[in-house]
C-alpha cells in the first residue's frame, strides 16, 4: 500500500513471511516480524523540508487485516488492508 505525504512517497508491506515493513522512498526503514504481540508497529522520522520532521506509524493486527497509520498522530489510514485495490504481498 502506497502513501504520499507531501513530497514523500512511503509504502507498507507484508511479505510471505508476515513481517511488517515500512519503506520511504523505496528503502526499507523499519520491518517488525510477526509474533504473538499484537498490533505489528512500524515507525520513522521523515524530513521534508530544513528540520521539518513528520513521524509515521503504522500498526497491522493480522488477524483482522486492520491498518492504520498515522503522521505526527493523526490517522490518515484506518481500515482494512485488503479493501485496498491491486493488493498483492503489500500491506
Known amino acids: ?5 507531501r513530497h514523500k512517497s512511503f509504502q ?5 513471511s508476515g513481517a511488517l515493513e515500512l519503506y520511504v ?3 526499507l526503514r523499519k520491518r517488525r516480524p510477526a509474533g504473538a504481540r499484537t498490533p505489528q508497529y512500524v515507525w520513522t522520522n521523515i524530513e521534508l523540508d530544513f528540520e521539518e520532521h513528520h513521524y509515521v506509524e503504522a500498526r497491522y493486527w493480522a488477524e483482522d487485516a486492520r491498518l492504520k497509520v498515522t503522521v505526527n498522530g493523526s490517522a490518515i489510514f484506518d481500515g482494512a488492508a485488503g479493501a485496498v485495490d491491486g493488493m498483492t504481498d503489500e500491506v
Open 25 to 27: 522512498d523505496g528503502c
Open 12 to 16: 507498507l508491506r507484508c511479505p510471505a
Open 1 to 5: 500500500m502506497e502513501f504520499q505525504h
